[in-house]
């Protein structure tokens, strides 16, 4: 996902400035480096894709300048207010650039999916001098709700960054069934989850394939029918032991009446003046 093209159009409205403020600084391109990382989290409802690119060499010192030109007062110094004014103001850059060009699909369209929340922090690193090179590491988070639970045999395509670092997480009980764009492939289980890591080939795009996993849903529908009827059992054996408590009241209070009213007879009867 190129969550933070939006971080590459900040960079890019300021470049003819920078071509003229920082000649210095771009002399040297090779020294300078975005190194991006993709975490995405997918569920049967929605996905999690949580984007990091971390800021190095001169390019580290261009990204301070451009904080201080767009969002500051330009006193060669990036404070707090002016990180916070940047952050707001490329969160609301991805929100646009990912709605124009969708970067998941599902089964072939971007109808199904849905934002749900974009979000953009920008490093503390940031701060200080803007001649400061040091490296500075921002990450970006956007949540997306799918209108179509995952099921057998459903694809999932994303747009990236090329030969950027991804790791992806399948649901519950999924697995691959195919993939496409996925360079340096490799694939671990963690208990019922699927992980698979490696990186975005230089066409950007990932497709997967994903399959449910039958045994696994089949023993988990077993184990809810266990369990539904261990609780069934359990309430009828407690209906049991109310019903017998029951007649036990019942046969007591009768046994009471009748040997209250023998002796309230008999009593009467030993009261009474003989014949």
């Given amino acids: 996902m190129n969550v933070l093209k939006a971080h590459n159009l900040f960079l890019t409205g300021f470049l003819l400035i920078t071509f003229f403020i920082m000649p210095v600084f771009l002399a040297n391109p090779c020294s300078a480096s975005f190194v991006p990382s993709n975490n995405i989290t997918i569920e049967k409802t929605g996905m999690t ?35 916070l004014k940047a952050e707001n103001f490329l969160r609301d850059q991805i929100k646009k650039d990912v709605k124009t060009k969708p970067d998941v ?4 369209t971007s109808e199904p999916v849905k934002i749900a ?49 991804v790791t992806i997480t399948l649901p519950s009980n999924f697995s691959v069934a195919k993939i496409e764009g996925l360079n340096n492939k490799s694939q671990r ?10 990186t975005f080939d230089p066409k950007e795009n990932i497709t997967i394939w994903v399959s449910e996993n039958k045994s696994s849903k089949a023993e988990l529908q077993k ?25 036990y009241l019942e046969i007591r209070s009768f046994l009471g009446y009748l040997t209250d009213n023998i002796f309230k007879d008999i009593f009467h009867s030993y009261l009474s003046p003989k014949n």
């Fill in 105 to 108: 699909k599902m089964n072939g």
């Fill in 117 to 165: 929340n974009v979000d953009f922090l920008l490093s503390k690193e940031a701060l200080g001098n803007t001649s400061k090179n040091s490296s500075i590491t921002n990450s970006a988070s956007v949540s997306y709700i799918f209108e179509e639970e995952i099921g057998q045999g459903t694809s999932i395509w994303f747009m990236g960054t090329p030969n950027s670092n």
């Fill in 223 to 247: 184990n809810n029918g266990t369990i539904e009827q261990t609780v069934t059992n359990e309430n009828t054996k407690k209906a049991n032991k109310t019903i017998a408590a029951g007649e």
């Fill in 189 to 198: 289980s963690d208990g019922n989850l699927t992980v698979l890591k490696g």
């Fill in 49 to 83: 894709w949580e984007y990091q690119e971390q800021v190095t060499g001169n390019e580290s010192i261009v990204f301070r300048n451009l904080i201080d030109m767009q969002e500051g007062n330009r006193d060669s110094f990036v404070n707090a207010w002016e990180i």
